[in-house]
C-alpha cells in the first residue's frame, strides 16, 4: 500500500483547500484513514480520521471547519479545509490502518504514511 497526497499550498486566512491522497496497492473501503498534520516546532498531531465503515471523527481544532471523505471512484481519501487560519499551516499526512482494523487510537496504529504535503495559511 502507498499513499501519495496533493493539493497542498499557499492560501489566505479565511480561504479554503482541499488536500487527497491518493492510495495504490488496495482499495480505500476497507481502510481506516485518516490525516494527520505537524507544524514547525511541534508534534504531529491527528486532525481526522474516517472509519472503514466512512464514519468521520474529528479533533476540536478543526471541528465545523475541515471535512474528510473517501472518494472510491478515484480512491482517494480527501480533506476539505474551510475557515483557514494561520493556525493550519503544517505538512498534512494522510494514514491508513491496516485492512480491516478498526480505527487506532493512537498515530503508531496506522500502518501506511504518505510523505506529506505542506499547506501555508497567511
Known amino acids: 500500500v502507498q499513499l501519495v497526497e496533493s493539493g497542498g499550498g499557499s492560501v489566505q486566512a479565511g480561504g479554503s483547500l482541499r488536500v487527497s491522497c491518493a492510495l495504490s496497492?488496495?482499495?480505500?473501503?476497507?481502510?481506516?484513514m485518516g490525516w494527520f498534520r505537524q507544524a514547525p516546532g511541534k508534534e504531529r498531531e491527528g486532525i481526522a480520521s474516517?472509519?472503514?465503515?466512512?464514519?468521520?471523527t474529528y479533533a476540536t481544532s478543526v471541528q465545523g471547519r475541515f471535512c474528510i471523505s473517501k472518494d472510491t471512484a478515484k480512491n482517494t481519501l480527501d480533506l476539505q479545509m474551510d475557515s483557514l487560519t494561520p493556525d493550519d499551516t503544517a505538512m498534512y499526512y494522510c494514514a491508513a490502518a491496516l485492512l480491516e482494523w478498526p480505527c487506532p487510537s493512537s498515530e503508531s496504529g496506522f500502518a501506511y504514511w504518505g510523505q506529506g504535503t505542506q499547506v501555508t495559511v497567511s
Open positions: 496497492g488496495d482499495t480505500t473501503s476497507g481502510h481506516c
Open positions: 474516517i472509519s472503514k465503515d466512512d464514519v468521520p
